[in-house]
């Protein structure tokens, strides 16, 4: 396993952010195009899933590669993967959870809600200030899925 954090980029304005960040934590990034093959980032220590201005249920919209979702570690575990906006969606949409149009769409400020510890989240307070952008929200994950 080598120990690079690849980003898929599905077209977000902030993946650029997204890998700084990562490499603020002392962890190597590498931003990929959402079309990469598996074959390139299969060893990878863990994938983000950018966010992007598509819809899942719009035409030509990238998706994931099914292979991506087989993908393990050297230990046999999956292998992590964080959707953030559209990287969310599309992860959702392609293992059968549910996607659904946002009656509106939002753009702005918002108030992050954690709700449960995770080491993923330490570090961060409750409440915390985020931007967000979304036409469409993501309502329901498969059950073998958090």
Not at 109 to 126: H, M
């Amino acid at each position: 396993m080598d120990e690079r954090i690849v980003i898929l980029d599905f077209g977000a304005q902030y993946t650029q952010l997204i890998a700084r960040r990562i490499r603020e934590a002392g962890v190597f990034s590498e931003i990929l195009p959402c079309t990469a093959s598996v074959e390139n980032f299969a060893t990878a220590r863990g994938i983000v899933l950018s966010g992007g201005p598509s819809s899942v249920y719009q035409p030509g919209s990238p998706q994931l590669d099914p292979a991506l979702l087989q993908l393990q570690r050297g230990d046999g575990s999956p292998m992590p993967l964080l959707g953030i906006c559209y990287g969310l969606q599309a992860l959702v949409h392609s293992v059968g959870g549910v996607v659904e149009a946002a009656e509106h769409r939002e753009f702005g400020r918002a108030s992050l809600n954690i709700l449960r510890d995770d080491k993923l989240l330490a570090g961060i307070e409750n409440g915390s200030q985020v931007w967000m952008s979304h036409g469409d929200l993501p309502t329901h994950a498969p059950l073998d899925y958090e």
